[in-house]
């Protein structure tokens, strides 16, 4: 499995992606919002576009699927709940199922929050597991849930899909929000050198060049994943929170983000 990373230099800053099976040659748009550029990427390296998959049903999620499709002939995927809000879905992906492609075997996981009806995939064919999480899990943050969303179904499918992923998952986000969200971080927790480390590594790299980090290294400095941090607790109670569980750090955080 090769995949390449298409940054966007839109205003959203997108990240496509085309993961190709070096084997067969046969690839899947995951997310396609520039079809011409996943095309060009795409017979760059010979590859044939059998799948497109959306995560979910935003437009900077599908607004490349028909001149993919239109040039590929590839079916368009999406969650069995996105029949209907995505045009031409083909197949709706069922939680958990795995289908493959070529050589690569993906997961569909389940992950509502930044809307109803938004799925990851997750590698299983891989060593280490690639985890392509759309809008739910950016580097350093959760999606948000202001466009469709619920941060109750967002706080559930951390807790239930995301805590259980190993430390060696790779992230594959839909955008390139990592210095924004350092920064964020670094307001809850200043004293983290794990973020102030990888806010230094970053902050003169272009879009193109970012780091891939692992829910390891995430879990380092990501407060949407460090909801037992004492001093993160201590930081939201002292700004007048009230934090009586996880969730109420997921979602004062989540609320934080939004106003910050
Ligand atoms: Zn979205």
Known sequence: MKVIRLYM??????FNYIIGCEKTGQAIALDPLDGEAVLSAAKA???????????????????????????????IWASEHAIG?????????????????????FKVLPTPGHTPVHVC????????????????????CAGNCFNGGNVDQMYETFKAV??????ETILYPGHDYMKTNLGFSLVWEPNNEDTTYWQRSVESLQPNDM??????????????LRLE????????????ESITSSRAVFTALRSRRDKW
Do not use: C
């Open 211 to 224: 780091p891939y980090m692992t829910l390891g290294q995430e879990r380092l400095y990501n407060p949407f």
């Open 85 to 105: 809000k995505i045009p031409n879905v083909a197949r709706g992906l069922i939680a958990n199922e795995v289908f493959e492609l070529g050589s690569m075997v």
């Open 229 to 240: 941090s004492p001093s993160l607790i201590a930081k939201l109670e002292a700004s007048g």
């Open 121 to 140: 995939l997750l590698t299983v064919s891989e060593k280490n597991p690639i985890l392509f999480s759309g809008d739910t899990l950016f580097n350093a």
């Open 162 to 167: 995301l805590k259980p992923l190993p430390d």
């Open 45 to 75: 390296e010979g590859w044939q576009i059998k799948l497109i998959i959306n995560t979910h049903e935003h437009h900077d999620h599908i607004e490349g699927n028909p001149t993919v499709q239109a040039a590929t002939g590839a079916p």
């Open 9 to 14: 230099n839109n205003r959203l800053r997108n």
